[in-house]
């Protein structure tokens, strides 16, 4: 026998000695799961609180990880909607659950590394490049070692002398282990600057909003996220001269006080864009949560004035939220579901983007209804007992808050939207002190 002739055979022998493990192993079957849908934040660096990159770091998590995802706490996505609704849905399928279950209670079990795919690569720095001008938050900010979770504003004024338009930006934060998340919001008002000079010059707290109405919004910052570049050619965004930016940034203690300084990078464009963004807002501050109420209940609704298509919609409650639900009633008696969260957390608030954009038309209502848990039953309830919740800016107070993001169909209508946004807001606030005086007028009975 030849040399390439036995060299054939034992590596043919050899291959058919070779162990076969029955049921999926990490290498084969896990690996695949985990690099799409959990290493972009549980990997060193990232604000995961421990990786899962090597088959030793999922194997050490390997029932922790399965029983997790079969409660669908990982990874983490609030809308009931999936796919089909939202963009980037992180959902776990149910095929894809079984494996992780299966896996783990075989002992997890690493399989052959022939069959281990490559780690994602993921962008470091500025994603599309150096930009065009990187806007950076003067000092770094402190985060404590322990206590709750920290919502700060950070103003960063323009200071333009003219229109600009941008096609890209992103938040890239120092300290990825304590950014939860990032959302530039535009001031055209000066409402932020003198927040801030009464807590020192260049950021203020503010748990509940940033405190004034959004001229509008620039993309922001969350684990894993891409920037991307807007091609399309009927809109972007226009940055008026004396807007500031607003960076709200939400951060977690880590157990050891860490720092963030957090920059924006914007790319520009010579493209006047022929639509901008707009917004609807809807809220409803008459909160006055009894202790051991299990769902107290608030509305809020918004008829259009103009045809209005929606690209992203976003809800805000506090830690005692239980569920939010957003629909539209469209003028020919229909009904659109735009947004259910029937397990409201308060770590998880993002901007959903909706898969295909919604034209809703002229005389829609907006909807929104908003549940708060104040009973000792809710496990997220801060206090122990329960007691009487007010609304106000802490995360141990209560409010809520709705936004859909999108454009006017006409983009000679975008006034006649924003009039009617900021006459809704308006109007909303006076009812919520009107309620407000009343209960002092007349207490509502003890323990309701």
Same mark, same amino acid.
């Given at each position: 026998?030849?040399?390439? !002739? ?139 070692? %322990? ?8 103003? !960063? ?29 535009? $001031? ?5 600057? #003198? ?25 922001? +910052? ?80 918004? #008829? ?40 409201? $957390? ?6 959903? !983007? +909706? ?11 907006? #909807? ?33 808050? !709705? ?9 000679? %209508? %975008? ?9 809704? +807001? ?23």
């Amino acid at each position: 026998m030849n040399t390439v !002739l036995m060299l054939s055979v034992l590596l043919a022998a050899g291959a058919e000695a070779r162990p076969q493990v029955e049921g999926p192993t990490f290498c084969r079957d896990v690996a695949p799961i985990l690099f799409a849908n959990c290493t972009s934040c549980h990997r060193p660096g990232e604000v995961g609180p421990f990786p899962l990159v090597t088959y030793e770091d999922a194997r050490k998590r390997a029932r922790q990880t399965a029983r997790i995802c079969e409660k669908r706490i990982m990874p983490p996505w609030k809308p009931a909607a999936g796919r089909e609704t939202f963009k980037n849905a992180r959902i776990l399928t149910d095929e894809q659950i079984a494996v992780l279950k299966a896996w783990a209670e075989a002992g997890a079990p690493q399989g052959d590394e022939a069959d281990l795919p490559p780690l994602p690569k993921f962008p470091e720095g500025w994603h599309l490049g150096e930009p065009d001008l990187i806007l950076t938050v003067p000092k770094p900010f402190v985060i404590p070692a %322990e206590g709750p979770d920290i919502y700060v504003h950070f103003v !960063l004024p323009l200071n333009f002398k003219e229109d600009r338009y941008v096609r890209a930006c992103q938040v890239l934060p120092s300290n990825r282990r304590v950014a939860h998340h990032g959302v530039p919001i535009l $001031d055209a008002s000066g409402t932020a600057r #003198r927040l801030a000079a009464k807590h020192g010059g260049d950021h203020y707290p503010n748990f509940g909003g940033p405190g004034f109405i959004p001229r509008g919004f620039l993309p922001g +910052y969350a684990p894993g996220q891409l920037t991307m570049e807007d091609e399309t050619d009927d809109r972007g965004l226009t940055l008026p001269k004396g807007t500031d930016i607003v960076l709200q940034m939400h951060y977690h203690p880590t157990g050891k006080e860490e720092t963030d300084q957090p920059r924006i990078g914007l790319y520009f464009t010579d493209r006047k864009p022929k639509r901008n963004p707009c917004i609807v807002a809807l809220a409803n501050n008459d909160v006055w949560i009894p202790p051991g109420e299990k769902a107290f209940r608030r509305t809020d609704a918004f #008829r259009l004035p103009v045809d209005f298509e929606v690209r992203d919609i976003w809800a805000h409650m506090h830690m005692i939220g239980k569920e939010v639900r957003v629909w539209a009633d469209l003028p020919n008696g229909k009904r659109k579901e735009l947004l259910h969260i029937p397990d409201w $957390d308060f770590n998880w608030q993002e901007s959903y !983007l +909706y898969a295909q954009p919604l034209v809703l038309p002229k005389g829609t209502w907006i #909807r929104a209804e908003f549940v708060w848990d104040n009973s000792a039953d809710n496990p997220r309830n801060p206090n122990h007992p329960p007691k009487l919740i007010e609304w106000g800016e802490g995360s141990t107070d209560e409010m809520s808050g !709705l936004i859909l993001g999108g454009v006017t169909v006409r983009p000679e %209508e %975008e006034w006649i939207l924003w009039a009617a946004v900021i006459g809704h +807001y308006f109007e909303m606030e006076n009812k919520a002190k009107e309620a407000q005086k009343r209960r002092q007028q007349n207490p509502p009975a003890a323990g309701r």
